[in-house]
């Protein structure tokens, strides 16, 4: 038996499949203990942990100790020089017009931030000795303040980690239960502001993290869980235990690496493999590109990252994903100039849409998708509750009187709103990265993936829509599809000239030898491990890079000729031009992954029902540019495999609401996705 | 001219034209995010000294990417150049023009280079793309281009007085070339080229699927219409403005003294430059245009900071100068440090309008670009390098909360410094501090924030040195009691310890182990120093941002 749990915002889903089929099972989130409602979602979903061969775990503890910042008092030490590089951060202020701007305070005040007596240069030589004997008195200091972790960040210590190495030593003999990061453990890549942030908000979470894995583990294996579990990271793979506690920020994305990973597994299983993934959730939307069956990774980053705000930038690497705020709970607003808005803000679930009848003031996309008949109003979450149609109606008060427009025109307006929004967010990952979106499949998930996945499509001009299985938990059961994964990034500027293939090939080698070594020592299994290389490179003199799949064997000149021709390649696709320069490799990136025994999709019974038995009524929905409707409400736990379904079509259960526009056809395949086309064939 | 979502033509639904206009705006993001991952030189992709602007057909601004507020209102005049010049049939589609004049409209000085492409749609104008990036060298007498020292533009850089570059997807190799001989950095040259093109182009391509999908009315009328409501929102939020004449002079370093009044009535805020001196025989000297950019920041951030701006937002503007003065010089004028007179500008502006709107202004800040050019061998390679550097500094302190530390200037917006580990691999010097300046000055109720430290030590022979900064002799300005900052300048200590300030120079020879000291002033204070609450100075002192004796002495508070 596989299960994975995902800890989101608001619920702890749970899937779980054995050789019965697949289950699924929904729990309130607990804050700020989140195991408790771990083993609650267990509980309910009557699973034994003794029985469970793996369990996959996603969690938010990361990202909401840094958002609500409930992490450790942190200290800080670094190169003599540079004690206020954390505070200067970029100098940028994205807010242009505003020159009362605030910077976003620092995670370690200065009194914290201690320097020590060092220098390595850009080539890793050692300027200034490192004067170790100056760590005893900043332990001393930082003991005194009551600091519960450490960030230790050297300039270069990309290239040369020798002195971060024994400050981090020197501060554990003489501090054991102390938490300490080491930057080039969490980022190999330059930037000392960057690094040191990443540094700095790993070492914050440290004490948090391992208190709640350790805490996790504790209570799973007192319940019988024989194993150990598996932990989901940003990089769309799992760790151990073990290396989830050395690298905790890496789990900082978990939830959304784990729905495109899920999107990119399913694509194989069914074949699709190029795929725009699109996740909506309660307060964002977030959409990936899958090309071949594989996601991109990217360390660009950032937290409180928004168009006011330059955010603090977290160095590790996360599924590249585009997040705009625009999800069930975004709330429609007018400007000065008589505009209508959807998002960011969000009415999150305290209060809620106004349709929760729970205070919320203002019209969301939820309400809005209600008013047009889009939601059942009988399966208004999960069937649970009616919606507050009062409330609704005041909530439109104010903008009806702003625009001077219907109720049923200004929610054809937020709907309208809302999806442009998305398709640029999905232009973004697609069009504008040289990707033709007729070349690939929509995959939608999430709470209401389902339901603006059509429209979305129509824009995009994507010829097919998949909504999975289990479309609201979709993340969680991505978890399950997922292989144990650690990437290493390392800067090192080389120019690719002839001749150059030995020593690159050496850096590679060296990097897969000690990656290696610390993968088997946060056990991962030697056998089952495998390498994959990566180059970010540029063509000499610019500053951001391109990511090019690198071959795994040996590099010889003619390899790197290979590997300069797909870089000048993916520059065209991307850019539109190629240069005649030096082409530079900058960060040599290795990914070590160690292949799980996933269990497929199985495929559902087909009892040869007749559609006409999943038909529950009739009702009036409202699509938009394609007009209202009489449309056939399907049950979709009552739909097979094999049955096609004509639009304008509902199929609805208490967790998703798929919509079918007029002269779309849709049929469920053998798994229980359903696959719309989006044109007549 | 005011059509508002409530009175379109009926063909076109406002929800419609809502997601048009939220299209130009994804449209110049894109442009903007191209050119920085595709440049070549760091003032481009960290210090993004350059923006992006779209126009409808008439040339007016619908919508700009820019990371700079200094460029959101440059580039109109350079379409309007653009247009004067070549007859419409001589225009066509897959052209790229190309100009850098400042006198002429459209830039500020040579070494920002505008690239202009008209976009049609099945075969007539339907708008414009623009682009402006600081270019790193385009010859002249200066490395760099820049110095206090130039006398006429000549001495500034190669000119480009709005020519095609590309004609129908062709490039003008003769023009290319002649362009990059000029350059004393020719492959970082043809790198910013093609980013620039790219950049159009990206922008280009979305532009035309947004055409495809909405049709060419539904557009044409979408820009129009956002442009009406630039200009909608920016009257409705003068209503709310105090009203009257507003003063304020500045004696500058040199003696001279510049002075503005800005009169805001219920429909106009006019600038009088008026009766300002003469342009300057060095390079310190404004354009028009450039002047005007200076109106549109100040304004944009007291009516509407946190909404787009177009040509419309700026429509209330009025502005009055003297021809010839250093804020409208003429042709032949040297204007390659244009950049601190209109600094200059800006901050007296600022200065006169923030007694009155406390709570969108600030006491002043560093005001000054700072910007500082080195260049030299590289000790590994031997690759002669150039650095174009603005710096941070401290920002005045408001009613609400103390000042920043370390921040770009006012003009800028959304630029990065350059990292240390990054500089010192590209550049082949070492940065041997970088730090807050904790120098006093700035004391108040509410502190200004602190600028930096920054000391580069130069490791190769043949390097040389230019800057010009200014508030190098008076601090910025406190308001309501709060104290005058401390200053900008630069050391130089010699690797024999002979150690000389500079206020500006220009092309000073540096050897081995020759540090520059950079100091950047800390900002005005905001309020009586002896009301700032006593447990806020014990965190001071704590953090060694204030010194146990200038508590004592400032603020009263003894430890």
Known sequence: MRVATDVGGTFTDLVCIDDDGIRITKSDTTPPNF?????????????????????????????????????????????????????????????????????????????????????????????????????????????????????????????????????????????????????????????????????????????????????????????????????????????????????????????????????????????????????????????????????????????????????????????????????GGSIAWVDKGGRMHVGPQSAGSQPGPAAYGRGGEHITTTDANLVLGRINPKLFLGGEQEPDWDSIDRAFEPLIEALGETKEDIARGVIGIANANMVNALKLVSLNRGYDPREFALIAFGGGGAMHAVALAEELMTPKVIIPVNSSVFSAWGMLMCDLRRDFLKTEVKTLNAGAADDIEAAYEAMEAQARETCLAEGMPADAMRIERFADMRYAGQEHTVKVPTPHKRLDDAALQELTKAFHALHMREYTFQLDSDVELVNFHIVVFADIDKKQLPPLPVTGRALSEAQKGVRKVDFGADGVHDTNEYDLSLIEPGMKIAGPAVLEDPTATIVISPGKRAHMDDYGNIHIQMRAS | MSSTAQELSPDFDPITIEIIQSSLSAITDEMFATMRRTAMSSIIYEVLDFGVALFNDRGELASSGSGIPGFIGMLEPGVAAIKKKFNAADIHDGDIFMLNIP???????????????????????????????????????????????????????????????????????????????????????????????????????????????????????????????????????????????????????????????????????????????????????????????????????????????????????????????????????????????????????????????????????????????????????????????????????????????????????????????VTEQRNGLMVDRLALNDAPGGEGERIGGKGILLDYRILAEDWWLTMAYTRTETGPWGLEGGLEGSTNFVEVVKANGETTRHAACTAIPLGVNDVVKVYTATGGGYGDPKKRARERVLEDIKNGYVSKERAKEIYGVDV
């Open chain 2, 103 to 421: 006198h002429h409209g459209g830039v500020s000085h040579i070494n920002d280079v505008v690239m202009i492409l008209p976009v049609f749609a099945h075969g007539s104008l339907i708008g414009w793309l623009a682009n402006k990036a600081h270019w790193v060298d385009l010859g002249g007498a200066f490395p760099g281009g820049i110095s206090p020292d130039a006398t006429e533009v000549y001495q500034e850089g190669l000119q480009l007085p709005g020519i095609k570059v590309i004609d129908r997807g062709e490039v003008n190799q003769a023009v290319l070339d002649i362009i990059l001989m000029n350059s004393r950095v020719p492959e970082t040259t043809k790198g910013d080229f093609w980013a620039g093109v790219a950049s159009m182009r990206a922008g280009q391509k979305r532009f035309l699927s947004l055409v495809e999908k909405y049709g060419e009315a539904a557009v044409r009328h979408a820009m129009t219409d956002y442009i009406a409501l630039g200009e909608k929102i920016a009257r409705a939020a003068m209503t709310d403005l105090p009203k009257g004449t507003f003063e304020a002079e500045e004696t500058l370093e040199d003696g001279r003294v510049i002075k503005a009044a800005i009169t805001i009535t219920d429909d106009a805020f006019t600038v009088d430059l008026r009766g300002n001196p003469d342009q300057s025989k060095t390079s310190l000297n404004s354009s028009r245009d450039a002047t005007f950019v200076d109106c549109q920041m100040i304004f944009k951030a007291i009516t509407s900071p946190e909404t787009f701006g177009n040509a419309g937002s700026f429509r209330p503007i009025e502005l009055l100068t003297d021809e010839g003065s250093i804020f409208d010089a003429k042709y032949p004028a040297a204007m390659s440090i244009y950049y601190e007179t209109s600094m200059l500008l800006f901050d007296l502006l600022w200065k006169a309008l923030a007694p009155a709107m406390p709570n969108r202004l600030t006491a002043g800040h560093y005001a000054s670009i700072c910007g500082t050019f080195m260049g030299g061998p590289h000790p590994e390679t031997g690759h002669v390098h150039g650095i174009v550097e603005p710096q941070l500094g401290g920002w005045g302190a408001s009613q609400e909360h103390d000042g920043i530390n370390a921040l770009y200037t006012g003009y800028h917006g959304d630029t990065f410094n350059v990292p240390v580990e």
């Open chain 1, 35 to 327: 195991e408790k409602g771990v083993i609650r979602v267990l509980e309910k979903a009557d699973i034994d942990p003794a029985r469970i061969d793996d369990f996959v775990h996603g969690t938010t503890v990361v990202i909401n100790a840094l958002l609500s910042r409930r992490g450790a008092k942190t200290g800080l030490i670094t190169t003599r020089g540079f004690r206020d590089v954390l505070e200067i951060a970029r100098g940028n202020r994205p807010d242009l017009f505003n020159f009362a701007f605030k910077k976003p305070a620092p995670f370690v005040p200065r009194y914290l931030r201690h320097e020590i007596t060092e220098r390595m240069d850009y080539l890793g030589r050692v300027v200034e000795p490192l004067a170790l004997d100056e760590v005893d008195s900043i332990v001393a200091a930082l003991k005194a303040e009551e600091v519960e972790a450490v960030a230790i960040c050297c300039l270069h210590a990309y290239v040369n980690p020798e002195h971060e190495l024994a400050i981090e030593a020197r501060v554990r003999e003489l501090w054991p239960d102390v938490s300490i990061i080491a930057s080039h453990k969490v980022c190999g890549e330059w930037r000392e502001y960057e690094r040191t942030s990443t540094a700095v908000l790993s070492a914050y979470v440290h004490p948090i993290a391992k208190g709640y894995l350790a805490s996790l583990d504790e209570k799973l294996t007192a319940r019988g869980l024989s194993g150990k579990p598996l932990i989901m990271r940003s990089n769309g793979g799992v760790a151990t235990v073990e290396g989830a506690r050395n690298d905790p920020i890496s789990m900082v994305e978990s939830g959304p690496a784990s729905g495109v990973l899920g999107a990119a597994a399913l694509g194989v299983q069914i074949g699709e493999p190029n795929l725009i993934a699109l996740d909506i959730g309660g307060t964002t939307a977030k959409t990936a590109l899958i090309e071949n069956g594989a996601a991109k990774i990217t360390t660009s980053y950032k937290i409180e990252w928004d168009r006011t705000n330059p955010g603090y930038p977290i160095r590790t690497p996360v599924v590249d994903l585009v997040e705009i705020g625009n999800g």
